[in-house]
């Protein structure tokens, strides 16, 4: 045999080999459906916080310490 006749065999195997490595890289990683997950999204925007007003705060103040007041009035069972 001559040299680049081998040389010829061996791209031949080459690309047998890399077509069979393709396949089964497609068979162990299925294509993901749906949204892609964030890490792929390179144009998100990242979140802005939401802030309250003054005046949300005090409401928001004033029913949380309603609530509480309201759970404190509940009698408690005996532990025996």
């Known amino acids: 045999?001559?040299?680049?006749q081998?040389?010829?065999?061996?791209k031949a195997?080459?690309?047998q080999i890399d077509s069979?490595?393709?396949a089964l890289n497609g068979i162990s990683a299925p294509?993901?459906?749906?949204r892609p997950p964030k890490s792929f999204q390179t144009?998100?925007?990242p979140k802005r916080r939401r802030r309250l007003s003054a005046a949300a705060r005090?409401?928001?103040s004033r029913l949380m310490k309603q609530r509480w007041?309201?759970?404190k009035m509940k009698p408690r069972a005996k532990a025996r």
């Open 43 to 45: 144009s998100a925007k």
């Open 6 to 10: 081998i040389v010829a065999e061996l």
């Open 20 to 22: 069979a490595i393709a």
């Open 58 to 60: 005090r409401k928001m």
């Open 31 to 34: 294509r993901r459906r749906g």
């Open 13 to 15: 195997e080459r690309d």
């Open 1 to 4: 045999m001559n040299l680049q």
């Open 69 to 71: 007041a309201q759970g």
